[in-house]
């Protein structure tokens, strides 16, 4: 079981900046992937980035050069830095952890609660 508790959110006007953070707790596995996804109401949930315990990242065409995600092991935390913040960005974000099970080849998902960002234009 892993507990993971969203915090930063939001409102905000185009152009400025939000920090959110994460903090998961539990049944951490050493290989893990930690990221930030966002919903709008009628839409899919979507990556916006995410980061491996390794530091690999991968960020979504729409926020690349405006957000910046980042970990810190020791305290199995995320955050999600958020610049030049534009009225499209608004929607719930929600923190994901995914273990990695090397032994079996599996993968398992954990979410948070979700926080609203709300940008106004």
């Known amino acids: 079981q892993v507990q993971l508790v969203e915090s930063g959110g939001g409102l905000v006007q185009a152009g400025g900046s939000l920090r959110l953070s994460c903090a998961a707790s539990?049944?951490?596995?050493?290989?893990?992937?930690m990221g930030w996804y966002q919903q709008t109401p009628g839409n899919q949930r979507e990556l916006v980035a995410a980061?491996?315990?390794?530091?690999?990242?991968n960020y979504a065409d729409s926020v690349k050069g405006r957000f910046a995600i980042s970990r810190d092991n020791a305290k199995n935390t995320v955050y999600l830095q958020m610049n030049s913040l534009k009225p499209e960005d608004t929607a719930v974000y929600y923190c994901?952890?995914?273990?990695?099970?090397?032994?079996?080849?599996?993968?398992?998902?954990?979410w948070g609660q979700g926080t609203q960002v709300t940008v106004s234009s």
């Open positions: 539990g049944s951490i596995l050493r290989l893990n992937t």
């Open positions: 980061i491996t315990t390794g530091g690999r990242i």
């Open positions: 994901n952890l995914q273990n990695v099970y090397v032994s079996s080849g599996t993968r398992r998902d954990y």
